[in-house]
Nanobody
Framework: QLQLVESGGGLVQPGGSLRLSCAAS????????IGWFRQAPGKEREGVSC????????DYADSVKGRFTISRDHAKNTVYLQMNSLRPEDTGVYYC??????????????????WGQGTQVTVSS
C-alpha cells in the first residue's frame, strides 16, 4: 500500500514562496505518476500540476504556469512543488496523489488511487 505524506505548507504573504514536499513510502516509486491538487474553502478540488513516473512529462494548470515548478527525486522518493509569486487565490489545502502509469502525465483526478492527507497553504497579508 503506497502512502503519501505532504509537508511544507504554511502562512505566507502575497508574492512569497513555499516548497511543498510529497514523500512516498514505496520501493517502486518510479512507476507512479504524481499529481498535486488543491481545494479552496467552498470550492471543488482542482488540479495544480503533475509529473510522469519518469519525470519526462509535466503539466500545470493555467493559473499556476510560470509560478509553480514540479520536480521529483527518485533517490528520496519525493516530489516537490516549488510555489513562487504566491497569490491569495492560491490558498487552500494541497494534496498529492499517485497512480501507476508509464505514459505522459494527465492533470485529472480520475484514476489517482492514492492520496495524502493534505497540507494547508494560506496566502495572506
Amino acid at each position: 500500500q503506497l502512502q503519501l505524506v505532504e509537508s511544507g505548507g504554511g502562512l505566507v504573504q502575497p508574492g512569497g514562496s513555499l516548497r511543498l514536499s510529497c514523500a512516498a513510502s514505496a520501493f517502486t516509486f518510479n512507476v507512479y505518476e504524481i499529481g498535486w491538487f488543491r481545494q479552496a474553502p467552498g470550492k471543488e478540488r482542482e488540479g495544480v500540476s503533475c509529473i510522469s513516473s519518469s519525470g519526462g512529462s509535466i503539466d500545470y494548470a493555467d493559473s499556476v504556469k510560470g509560478r509553480f515548478t514540479i520536480s521529483r527525486d527518485h533517490a528520496k522518493n519525493t516530489v516537490y512543488l516549488q510555489m513562487n509569486s504566491l497569490r491569495p487565490e492560491d490558498t487552500g489545502v494541497y494534496y498529492c496523489a499517485a497512480k501507476m502509469s508509464f505514459s505522459r502525465c494527465v492533470l485529472s483526478q480520475s484514476q489517482f488511487h492514492y492520496w495524502g492527507q493534505g497540507t494547508q497553504v494560506t496566502v495572506s497579508s
